[in-house]
Nanobody
Framework: VQLQASGGGLVQAGGSLRLSCAAS????????MDWYRQAPGKQRELVAR???????TYADSLKGRFTISRDNAKNTVYLQMNSLKPEDTAVYYC????????????????WGQGTLVTVSS
């Protein structure tokens, strides 16, 4: 199973970006899908989480600006980021709890490669 993240880039403060993360491989189903971020010199932090049923959780500081969504048919999670601030600059990682298709299905954790978001002031 692989997670491929895309959509990062350079944007001015106040702008918007939409990140995508597509899972592929031997997937039976996917439970939670998340976005994390890690800024230079800081620990990785949870940005948002969405369950298979569509329930969402956000970091308190990001509510109202970021929106997480998913397309279960495409095994893809999205992160719409609006009103971006320089402090949102970070590498954004997607993460998923995947039930791997096999003779005995098992739940495993997978990470995407990260996509860099840079917000200029």
């Amino acid at each position: 199973v692989q997670l491929q993240a895309s959509g990062g880039g350079l944007v001015q403060a106040g702008g918007s970006l939409r990140l995508s993360c597509a899972a592929s491989g031997s997937i039976f189903s996917i439970n939670d899908m998340d976005w994390y971020r890690q800024a230079p010199g800081k620990q990785r932090e949870l940005v948002a989480r969405i369950t298979s049923g569509g329930s969402t959780t956000y970091a308190d500081s990001l509510k109202g600006r970021f929106t997480i969504s998913r397309d279960n048919a495409k095994n893809t999670v999205y992160l719409q980021m609006n009103s971006l601030k320089p402090e949102d600059t970070a590498v954004y990682y997607c993460h998923a709890e995947v039930i791997v298709r096999s003779i005995v299905p098992s739940t495993r954790s997978f990470w995407g490669q990260g996509t860099l978001v840079t917000v200029s002031s």
